[in-house]
Antibody, heavy 121, light 108 residues
Framework: QLQLQESGPGLVKPSETLSLTCTVS??????????WGWIRQPPGKGLEWIGN???????YYNPSLKSRVTISVDTSKDQFSLNLNSVTAADAAVYYC?????????????WGQGTMVTVSS | EIVLTQSPGTLSLSPGERATLSCRAS???????LAWYQQRPGQAPRLLIY???SRATGIPDRFSGSGSGTDFTLTISRLDPEDFAVYYC?????????FGQGTKLEIK
C-alpha cells in the first residue's frame, strides 16, 4: 500500500524559500504507473493545486505560482520535493503531497497527512 | 482556467437521508475528468469518485457520481454519521487542475 509523508520546516520567514519533501513508501517513485503532486489549503479555506511531476521528470505547475515553484524528484531516496520561493503570508497553508496513477489520471487517490507551514518573521 | 462552483454551500440533513451535491464547471470538463473528495476536520481529503462516476477503492456504494460536460452530481444515498464532512470537486481534464470551494454537509 502506497503511503506518503510530508516533512519540512513549519515556519518560514517572508521572502524566503519554502522547502518540503514527500517520502514515498510501499511503492517506487520511479514507476511509470504513478505521478506525484502538491496541493495546499490555507487555514479555513479550500484546496489549491500547486503542480505535478511525472516519472520522466516532466512538470506541470499552476500558472498562479509558476514563477515561484519548483517540483523535483530524488529517485535514490524515493522522495519528491516542493520549493516555493519569495513566500508571503498568503502562502501559509497546510501543504499536502499526493499521488495518482495512469488509470485515475489526475485525481489524487493517496494523500500525505499534510504539514502546516506558517510564514512569519 | 476552469472555475468550479459547488452548491449548496452548506447542506443540513439527518442520518439516513439522501444527499445531493452539485458541481458546475465554467467550461466543459475534458473526458469527464471530474473527481469528488471528502474531507473531515483535521484530515487530508479522501478520494471518493474519479472520472465523474467511478468509485475509488474502498468507497461504499452509497456514494455515487454522475454528470458530464459542465454539470456533475455527488449523491449519498443514505447518510451515515461519518459522512458529515466537507466535500470538494476537482477537475483534472485541463491544466491547471482546479477545485470547487466545497460543500459542508452538516447534521440537522
Amino acid at each position: 500500500q502506497l503511503q506518503l509523508q510530508e516533512s519540512g520546516p513549519g515556519l518560514v520567514k517572508p521572502s524566503e524559500t519554502l522547502s518540503l519533501t514527500c517520502t514515498v513508501s510501499g511503492g517506487s517513485i520511479n514507476s511509470y504507473f504513478y505521478y506525484w503532486g502538491w496541493i495546499r489549503q490555507p487555514p479555513g479555506k479550500g484546496l489549491e493545486w500547486i503542480g505535478n511531476i511525472y516519472y520522466n521528470g516532466n512538470t506541470y505547475y499552476n500558472p498562479s505560482l509558476k514563477s515561484r515553484v519548483t517540483i523535483s524528484v530524488d529517485t535514490s531516496k524515493d522522495q519528491f520535493s516542493l520549493n516555493l520561493n519569495s513566500v508571503t503570508a498568503a502562502d501559509a497553508a497546510v501543504y499536502y503531497c499526493g499521488s495518482t496513477t495512469l488509470t485515475i489520471n489526475g485525481a489524487f487517490d493517496i494523500w500525505g497527512q499534510g504539514t502546516m507551514v506558517t510564514v512569519s518573521s | 482556467e476552469i472555475v468550479l462552483t459547488q452548491s449548496p454551500g452548506t447542506l443540513s440533513l439527518s442520518p439516513g437521508e439522501r444527499a445531493t451535491l452539485s458541481c458546475r464547471a465554467s467550461q466543459s470538463v475534458s473526458s469527464n475528468y471530474l473527481a469528488w473528495y471528502q474531507q473531515r476536520p483535521g484530515q487530508a481529503p479522501r478520494l471518493l469518485i474519479y472520472g465523474a462516476s467511478s468509485r475509488a477503492t474502498g468507497i461504499p456504494d452509497r456514494f455515487s457520481g454522475s454528470g458530464s460536460g459542465t454539470d456533475f452530481t455527488l449523491t449519498i444515498s443514505r447518510l451515515d454519521p461519518e459522512d458529515f464532512a466537507v466535500y470538494y470537486c476537482q477537475q483534472y481534464g485541463r491544466s491547471p487542475d482546479t477545485f470547487g470551494q466545497g460543500t459542508k454537509l452538516e447534521i440537522k
